[in-house]
């Protein structure tokens, strides 16, 4: 595809003015230019707000600066490439005058005519959207036009359906683009590389090397001022129905027949399929009460501002998945994942099988553990593997210690989520991005869980979750790695 084709296009940024595209989405755009490889993008700012382009772009350099863009750099761009339209109520005829802003941005900047339609909005309106931009002819036009919709895309089985089928009343399924930022996470696109570049590894990716699986998600914060949605959304559909689903995806997936986006989302969906349905008894829910982290004293969840005084609302979730493929059959995946842990972490754990016979019991003072393998996705990302060695010395003893990859000193700081998940927009891969069968699939498994009314445990903020989620996990080699 050509480059005028691809790096040309009018980027029209829905809820402009807020807090995603501040922190987000604006600084990732002026990084793409500052790269070149968005070039001749030019954005408009679309809310409600009766902005001008001057008072947007004065509040888009701010943002650009608090991410560490200098001001010149941040008032050259904004200047040049951005500009701020109006949207009101979003009646029809709004929509016909964004069709006209937007075909003047085009003729004046002598753009192809390719759009993208990015909805940083709340998730009740990504459906009218999606309609009044059809209906304005805007899923049409020269070039390509695209739609990028945030997280979550629906709350339960029969609102995801129902999102995908507003959606598709006037976008086809190839021109949707459902982004989840963790998927634009090197360390997660490296998985795939992981597994099937290196022969050694894929070879024991199966139920006869690996004893389990375990996949952490612990965030330090709180909710902070998001206690509005979170409230009443929790932690499975925060967290667990896409961000660990998606990890899940790409552990348990069989290799796809090419590196195509319809074939990777293939083996995807077929993984999502495969797993059994929940047990309740194998799910412990928590909420954080007071405690401290990083040395500091935090408040417990329902203290929060906004938060309901007899809210049971989960702010951590440990379960345990059944992945039932020839592959995988009888190997447990363990999900965990919560707010005020102990520290900020995410990580891939493989406990690979103990030889089947223990030539070194006869010693003492050896002590035989699983090799295992640590895949980290943030902070410090790299992978690890662990395995014993002879302790030098005398005396026979065992040590278990790691071979060590760390990116930053391979490669130095790596690309930001949000950069790597536009510029595919751009360039029309939607490898990264969630197709609507996966969407399907991951809420038919998760929403009878939603559905159970198992007990919310508590557990001290800075610590690793309720104690019940440790008998969940087993002890030994399939107990809880919590570095």
Known sequence: MAEATVHAAVFVLFGGTGDLAQRMILP???????????????VIGVARAEEDDDSYRAMAVEALMESGVKATAAKAWARKFLSYHPIG????????????????????HNLPGNRVFYLALPPAVFGPTAKGLAAAGLANGKGYSRLVVEKPFGRDLKSGRALNRVLHEGWTEEQIYRIDHYLGKETVQNLMVFRFANAMFEAVWNRDHVSSVQITVAESLGIEDRAGYY???????????????QLVTL????????LSASAIRQEKVKALRSIASIDGDEVVRGQYTAGKVDGKKVRGYLDEKDVPNRSRTATFAALR??????????VPFLLRTGKRMARRLTEIVLTFREPPVSLFQTYDACHLTSDTLVLRLQPDEGF?????????GPSFALSREPLRFNYKDAFGPLP????????DVLEGDQTLFVHADEVEASWELYTPLLELDTPVRR???GSWGPKQSNALAGMGALGWRNP
């Open 321 to 330: 998945l059944d992945v039932d493929t020839w592959r995988w059959k009888g």
């Open 231 to 245: 409230d009443k959304a929790g932690v499975v559909r925060d967290m667990i129905q896409n961000h660990l689903t």
């Open 251 to 258: 552990v348990a997936m069989e290799p796809p027949s090419s």
């Open 384 to 392: 690890f593997l662990y395995f014993d060695v002879k302790t030098p």
């Open 459 to 461: 557990y001290a903020a």
């Open 416 to 423: 930001k989520a949000y950069e790597t998940l536009l510029l």
């Open 28 to 42: 990732a755009l002026h990084h793409l230019h500052a790269a070149d490889a968005a070039t001749r993008v030019h």
């Open 89 to 108: 109520e979003g009646r029809p005829d709004e929509y016909a005058s964004l069709k006209a802003a937007i075909e003047a941005v085009e003729t004046a």
